[in-house]
């Protein structure tokens, strides 16, 4: 080999490393990127979780509460239909008087606006939770969709180093700007694509 080959050769080596290392950073960069798009949707998908418990316990609170109202109403109903039966004046007025606390007692039970705890409030958060949790979804389901782009990009970017073709790591940022548009999709206006 003369002097002149093994200089061109070392050139070539030279601009083969130069070339690696910018691939090596581009997956580097890609990678902290899937970083944060994994903790984002895995957070995202532990809220979500959360606030669908939180949904159910709320709906099964507002049956229990429905029920109540419901048991209470109907004694109330029945007592007052049997008051005609009642010949005495003194029970008939506590009868009277049963039935108001009855009727009061169904009242609390539909509206409590100071506990939050009647029917009409707990439907109210019931369904702000399940906002929360359908808001949730939909930035999880975006975050996958960014995670899986930054994976790709990643495998597209080290098959550049293996293969030197240039078109790979072209690929690769466009996967990584895809992946960045769903993060960004995610983070700030989750229901503006419907993916699913």
Request: zero cysteines; hydrophobic letters at 45%.
């Given at each position: 080999?003369?002097?002149?080959e093994?200089?061109?050769?070392?050139?070539?080596?030279?601009?083969?490393?130069?070339?690696?290392?910018?691939?090596a950073l581009?997956?580097?960069?890609?990678?902290?990127?899937?970083?944060?798009s994994?903790?984002?949707?895995?957070?995202?998908?532990?809220?979500?979780?959360?606030?669908?418990?939180?949904?159910?316990?709320?709906?099964?609170?507002?049956?229990?509460?429905?029920?109540?109202?419901?048991?209470?109403?109907?004694?109330?109903e029945?007592?007052?239909?049997?008051?005609?039966?009642?010949?005495d004046?003194?029970?008939?007025?506590?009868?009277?008087?049963?039935?108001?606390?009855?009727?009061?007692?169904?009242?609390?039970?539909?509206?409590?606006?100071?506990?939050?705890?009647?029917?009409?409030?707990?439907?109210?958060?019931a369904?702000?939770?399940?906002?929360?949790?359908?808001?949730?979804?939909?930035?999880?389901?975006?975050?996958?969709?960014?995670?899986?782009?930054?994976?790709?990009?990643?495998?597209?970017?080290?098959?550049?180093?293996?293969?030197?073709m240039v078109?790979?790591?072209?690929?690769s940022?466009?996967?990584?700007?895809?992946?960045l548009?769903?993060?960004?999709?995610?983070?700030?206006?989750?229901?503006?694509?419907?993916?699913?």
């Open positions: 080999m003369g002097a002149h093994s200089m061109e050769h070392a050139e070539h080596a030279e601009h083969a490393s130069g070339s690696n290392k910018k691939i581009l997956i580097s960069v890609i990678a902290l990127f899937l970083a944060f994994e903790t984002l949707g895995k957070a995202a998908q532990t809220e979500s979780l959360a606030k669908n418990v939180e949904a159910s316990n709320l709906w099964a609170f507002f049956q229990a509460k429905s029920i109540r109202r419901t048991v209470v109403q109907t004694v109330s029945e007592a007052r239909l049997s008051m005609s039966t009642v010949g004046e003194a029970a008939k007025a506590a009868l009277q008087k049963q039935i108001e606390e009855w009727q009061k007692t169904a009242q609390r039970y539909r509206s409590e606006p100071e506990t939050g705890e009647g029917s009409e409030q707990l439907a109210a958060r369904k702000h939770a399940e906002h929360d949790r359908d808001l949730a979804q939909a930035r999880y389901h975006h975050y996958e969709l960014a995670s899986a782009a930054f994976q790709i990009g990643i495998v597209l970017a080290s098959a550049t180093i293996i293969t030197g078109a790979l790591a072209w690929l940022g466009l996967l990584a700007l895809g992946g548009a769903f993060t960004a999709i995610g983070l700030f206006a989750p229901h503006a694509v419907h993916l699913f």
